[in-house]
């Protein structure tokens, strides 16, 4: 069965979109109609999405390398958005990266302040510039904010993945109450373990033991979540559907934080 065009007409920027949960986003809202601006640092995954998504959709997919923690490529990012489809309905805050597994004893500022500049610094940059687009074209927008099961759990990752998740949705609530009665919602999704860019280099060691200490260890055993799903759950949240959803901390980890 085809999937429904519900978000023909809108226009979506995805951060971290060349792969992981963002690509998985990407399709999603290419398949459902949107137009679709998305934006990513690594350049073997650009060239992948060009050529597998881009180049059949070309009218209807923009496509910039963008270092989000910078203000000037964030500027460029939102000018070339704006040129290219005028509007802006949905932003989504995807992109992210993980820290070592440090507790606050042995984290490295260098990587503290990277994590954050990542994961929460550049959202809340992303965000501005989204409210004020959409503001500008009198858009009722919806912002989806990744955050992580890490945010409420002290043992599910390191001080500065933690932290940067947890600031996230402190971003979320704030945004939800400002805006609110200029028609713009934001709502935060708090993912489990996903088979993305962070869980592959996981797997890889990256977090010392691999993938299935971290798992057990840290708590994240049985949160593995389908990315075709998470990116549904996040379609669902722009959509008129879910109108009355503002604020929202919506968790998807397999119910692995319900025990």
């Given amino acids: 069965?085809?999937?429904?065009?519900?978000?023909?007409?809108?226009?979506?920027?995805?951060?971290?979109?060349?792969?992981?949960?963002?690509?998985?986003?990407?399709?999603?809202?290419?398949?459902?109609?949107?137009?679709?601006?998305?934006?990513?640092?690594?350049?073997?995954?650009?060239?992948?999405?060009?050529e597998k998504?881009?180049?059949?959709?070309?009218?209807?997919?923009?496509?910039?390398?963008?270092?989000?923690?910078?203000?000037?490529?964030?500027?460029?990012?939102?000018?070339?958005?704006?040129?290219?489809?005028?509007?802006?309905?949905?932003a989504i805050n995807s992109a992210g990266i993980m820290d070592l597994f440090d507790p606050a004893g042995s984290t490295d500022r260098g990587l503290l302040e990277r994590v954050l500049a990542v994961n929460l610094i550049a959202p809340t940059?992303?965000?501005?510039?989204?409210?004020?687009?959409?503001?500008?074209?009198?858009?009722?927008?919806?912002?989806?904010?990744?955050?992580?099961?890490?945010?409420?759990?002290?043992?599910?990752?390191g001080a500065a993945y933690t932290a940067s998740k947890h600031g996230l949705v402190g971003l979320t609530k704030n945004t939800a109450g400002f805006y609110r009665d200029k028609g713009i919602r934001c709502n935060a999704v708090q993912a489990g373990a996903m088979p993305t860019n962070i869980g592959n280099a996981m797997a890889n060691g990256y977090c010392k033991e691999g993938l299935e200490f971290s798992m057990k260890h840290f708590g994240w055993e049985g949160a593995w979540c389908e990315l075709p799903k998470m990116a549904k759950l996040v379609a669902y949240l722009c959509s008129e559907d879910?109108?009355?959803?503002?604020?929202?901390?919506l968790t998807a980890d397999g119910g692995v934080t319900s025990t």
């Fill in 242 to 249: 879910a109108s009355m959803i503002n604020g929202a901390l």
């Fill in 125 to 157: 940059m992303i965000t501005k510039r989204a409210i004020n687009l959409m503001l500008k074209h009198e858009v009722k927008g919806s912002i989806v904010n990744i955050a992580s099961i890490a945010a409420f759990r002290g043992y599910a990752a």
């Fill in 1 to 50: 069965m085809a999937q429904s065009r519900a978000h023909e007409g809108k226009t979506v920027l995805i951060t971290g979109g060349g792969g992981g949960l963002g690509r998985a986003i990407v399709e999603h809202f290419v398949e459902a109609g949107a137009n679709v601006v998305t934006c990513d640092i690594n350049d073997t995954l650009l060239a992948d999405l060009q």
């Fill in 53 to 90: 998504v881009v180049a059949a959709k070309s009218d209807q997919v923009l496509v910039v390398k963008c270092d989000i923690t910078s203000e000037d490529a964030l500027d460029n990012l939102f000018t070339q958005l704006e040129s290219k489809f005028g509007k802006l309905d949905y």
